[in-house]
């Protein structure tokens, strides 16, 4: 089984700054992408950024030059550096790891629980 904790969450004004990380723990041989989404009060889950095996990244372009994905494969530790914080990227942060291959040979998605981001005006 694949678990994946975030941590890093809270409360800051607009203009700061916070970074989250999200550690994969398990059986794992190999994760595919990893990535950050989030969900606002009243609104549909949203990709924020993602990044695969090998470093490509990808991001929503609302948080394009603001917010930095990155990736240390050897940990299976994913973070997000956000900077210029708005009170609009107040939401629920969720983790996210594609096509894990585990020890069984399968390979599967999995989410975190999420962790609370506030940014007030």
């Known amino acids: 089984q694949v678990q994946l904790v975030e941590s890093g969450g809270g409360l800051v004004e607009a203009g700061g700054s916070l970074r989250l990380s999200c550690a994969a723990s398990?059986?794992?041989?190999?994760?595919?992408?990893m990535g950050w989404y989030r969900q606002a009060p009243g609104k549909q889950r949203e990709l924020v950024a993602t990044i695969t095996s090998g470093s490509m990244t990808n991001y929503a372009d609302s948080v394009k030059g603001r917010f930095t994905i990155s990736r240390d494969n050897t940990k299976n530790t994913v973070y997000l550096q956000m900077n210029s914080l708005k009170p609009e990227d107040t939401a629920v942060y969720y983790c996210n790891a594609e096509k894990v291959l585990t020890s069984d040979l399968r390979a599967m998605d999995y989410w975190g629980k999420g962790t609370l981001i506030t940014v007030s005006s």
């Open positions: 398990g059986r794992i041989f190999r994760i595919n992408a």
